[in-house]
């Protein structure tokens, strides 16, 4: 069996595996549904993409994918900026909203690939923004992977989590995906995709409320998540993401990024950190095994149960080995 078939079984027996090490214990951390950190606003390629800035020292740069915004990061960030001791090293918490996304303009562009990595670089040149360490999800893995492989002079280390890498994509085929994956991208290619999301605001509504996360969304977070999508003509971003997964090698381009993604990841002598859940759904057991037997330099810390919004589910655990893992790096 091909393992581009194998890594979408999730394989029982991996997922025991995970389950019998134990996930990272919590430490009565509560959550917050608000957000606590206002945000501040750059010009891009014309427009206005709006971001946290929290803190000084090393710059930690975290990306988000699909359909979220920095509010994904707001219960992590709090352990980068507060050390345990006196001592602890200071960091800056930087993490914007993708263009289209959050509270970043919409502009009238087509929200390929190619356009969020354009004004990712931007983003990056107009804060001056050197020596990053990447905290990565969804698709901002695949932006920050892509720009950590051409950049490599200005990134000193990765962090990722439920990432769009191989062996798990490219997909060769619809067929490859296994279910419920190839019927749910099958169905966001389709007509009726387009209805659900542009009218219905799937992603955020299904994908988000319900299907990827351990533990439905309550309404006060899920507001906070519809608060950039209130018209079909804002939701145009959460539509064109899932149309730029390649499968059978299209797009082509976005099938080359993370094609070259892969060879950088697995080729190259960063510091990574790998963090992961069962059965994951980018990231199942299967692909985490791959990832550990194949990338140098990594650790790996396994969260809990999970899905694909693990940030929402684990955002102590995260918290806490992101720190860990930060104060551990090199220089």
Known sequence: MKLSRRIMLQGSAAVLALVAAGPVPAQGFVPSAAMPFEKKYVDVNGSRMAYVDEGTGPVVLFLHGNPTSS?????????????????????????????????????????????????????????????????????????????????????????????????????????????????????????????????????????????????????????????????????????????????AGEPADTAAVITANGEWLYSNELPKLMLHVAPGALMPPPVVEYVKANASNLEDVFLGPGIHFIQEDHPEAIGRALRDWLDRLPG
């Open 71 to 247: 509010y994904l990061w707001r219960n992590i960030i709090p352990f980068v900026l507060d050390g345990d001791t006196e001592t602890a090293s200071d960091y800056r918490a930087i993490a914007p909203d993708l263009i289209g996304m959050g509270d970043s303009d919409k502009p009238d562009i087509d929200y390929t690939f190619a356009d969020h990595a354009a004004y990712l670089d931007g983003f990056i040149a107009a804060l001056g923004l050197e020596d990053i360490t990447l905290v990565i999800h969804d698709w901002g893995s695949v932006l920050g992977m892509r720009y950590a492989r051409l950049n490599e002079g200005n990134v000193q280390a990765v962090a990722f989590m439920e990432a769009g890498i191989p062996p798990a994509l490219p997909a060769p085929s619809l067929e490859a995906m296994g279910e419920p994956s190839a019927s749910l991208f099958g169905m966001l290619r389709s007509p009726a995709g387009e209805a659900a999301v542009l009218q219905g605001n799937f992603f955020v509504e299904e994908v988000l409320g319900k299907m990827a996360v351990a533990t439905p969304l309550s309404q006060e977070v899920l507001d906070h998540y519809r608060a950039p999508f209130p018209t079909p003509e804002s939701r145009k971003p959460t539509l064109a993401w899932p149309r730029q997964v390649p499968i």
